[in-house]
């Protein structure tokens, strides 16, 4: 019987992105299967005999995904999943019909219906579904908006038809489709505001703080922002903006990865002094072919940059905590409190 995720279903799977390899997993396993695997299990059957009963002339499969990715096609990634997901279909999943599916992620879940890599038959069958009966659709396409439900699936560059109908248009043109709950664009911002916030990436950072804010931004990234549902205008304003500040905080959190030393107010605490010879330079990033970005230092101005052969403790009128024990520094005689001063 499902009985609920909790709390240790979400910090687990959180905990798997940050550690995902064989030995962590193996170590944890036990965990894995009492508060993520057993329960979504049975979320998953208890979902499969519910739509059975309501619909016993039809015959439905469940399809619960593994924890384990595919090892020929990791590109990079760990050996296990962030998230889990089940599928209930209607006949042999070969035919390529349509699916319900749940998934649960770290941070966020999401249910709905569509078709998933459909097979240009399949998808020619549906579009002559929709000729067939172009207003029997368009009430089904009305209702499924008017439920909240967002539609997803790529696009043809080249449409097959034009209906002159926007509505039937985006259900008409597309490789596959699905519908989907979306997530509200302010509760997104109030995701990233819990991401950014902590002490721990704002103002005292280290390597693991801002690694692991990044995971969860690029998660954002990657799930929840193609996924923002628009009920007013201003929703729309706010999904424009969420995109917008889902970057900048990627790009805040790269930048403070790759400067490795304090200055200013960015500080480290595992680099708690200046790096004049590695650092005393822009970090600057642009988006490259692949759509990644790159990381670039551009040095200062040369009349910025002071005296260069100046002893450190004289180049300098104040330390950073941590800054004197790095640099093998004398301690202060008197502290007047805040950062140290020389």
Known sequence: MFEGFTQETSDFLWELSFNNERPWFLAHKEQFERCLNTPFKALGQETWRLMSEKCPEREFYLHISRIYRDARRLFGRGPYKDHLWFTIFDGEKDLGGPAFFFELGAATYSYGMGFWDASPTVMETFRRTVDANPARFRRIAGAVERRGYSLFGPEYKRPKKKLEDPLLDSWYNRKWVSVEKGFDPNWARD?????????????????????????????????????????????????????????????????????????????????????????????????????????????????????????YADRYGYYFPGEREAKGLPEEEESSGGWGKK
């Open 191 to 311: 995701q990233l505001m819990n991401i950014m916030s902590p002490y721990w990436v704002y103002i005292a950072k280290s390597e693991a703080s801002l690694q692991a804010a990044l995971t969860q931004v690029e998660y954002m990234r990657d799930k929840v922002i193609p996924k923002l549902q628009a009920a007013s205008f201003h929703d729309v304003r706010m999904c424009l903006e969420m995109q917008h500040k889902v970057l900048n905080a990627e790009l805040s959190l790269r930048a403070s990865l790759a400067r490795e030393e304090t200055r200013g107010l960015h500080f480290r605490t595992d680099f708690p002094y200046r790096d004049d010879e590695n650092f005393l330079c822009f970090i600057t990033l642009t988006k490259n072919a692949e759509g990644g970005m790159d990381i670039e230092k551009v040095p200062v101005k040369d009349e910025w940059k002071g005296d260069l052969n100046a002893d």
